[in-house]
């Protein structure tokens, strides 16, 4: 596996242990289909969550969230739909959002952890 690739998965599990700490549920984990990839779904409460999750050792090239961009979210949105057609008891009775988690620094499991929630 490419470091990179070492290093999302590192944030993606430290942003699970996040929302859960947080009391989300974790739903789902990097489900895939040929339009793309959730990182994470998670719900709580009345919610169902989809999360972007974003590492990088630093903001060299920018802050992680400056890569969601208008595309990216609407790819989300069309993939957020796809996972409710494919799991249509989780989504019942609940609102759909977005979100977004930021992890920046040299080691996901420390790095400064930031939570956007509801991306429009």
Not at 3 to 20: C, F, H, I, N, P
Not at 48 to 68: C, D, N, Q, S
Request: charged share 30%.
């Amino acid at each position: 596996m490419a470091a990179k690739d070492v290093l999302g998965r590192a944030g993606e599990e430290r942003a699970a242990r996040y929302l859960e700490q947080c009391g989300y549920a974790v739903l789902d984990r990097n489900w895939r289909i040929s339009e793309g990839e959730i990182d994470l779904v998670v719900a709580r409460r009345g919610e169902l969550v989809i999360v972007e999750v974003k590492t990088r050792r630093g903001e060299a090239y920018g802050h992680p969230f400056e890569a969601i961009d208008g595309r990216k979210r609407s790819r989300l949105w069309r993939l957020a739909v796809a996972w409710i057609a494919a799991h249509p008891g989780e989504a019942q009775g609940r609102r759909l959002r977005l979100d977004a988690i930021a992890i920046i620094g040299p080691d996901p499991a420390t790095g400064a952890l930031e939570h956007l929630e509801d991306l429009r």
